[in-house]
């Protein structure tokens, strides 16, 4: 399957009841050291370990509620 049938067939997923598309980008030069510079706008990020290639990083959003939707990115 190609990115690009990998991409419409989570997009198919995201259009049934309930259900949930998310898409952010990361900029491949953010550092580790700028991960929190987001947070006043509710938006912080981090690493376990180094940053490199496929590294997990976790994304995370502050709600309205108080609860966070936190997201990992490989």
Request: charged residues 30%; glycine residues 10%; negative net charge.
């Amino acid at each position: 399957m190609s990115d690009d049938q990998g991409h419409a067939a989570d997009c198919q997923t995201a259009k049934r009841p309930g259900g949930w598309l998310v898409a952010f980008n990361n900029k491949p030069d953010d550092r580790p050291s700028n991960f929190e510079a987001g947070r006043p706008y509710g938006d912080s990020k981090s690493i376990d370990g180094l940053l490199l290639e496929r590294a997990a990083i976790h994304d995370r959003f502050a709600l309205e509620d108080g609860g966070v939707f936190e997201l990992t990115d490989c």
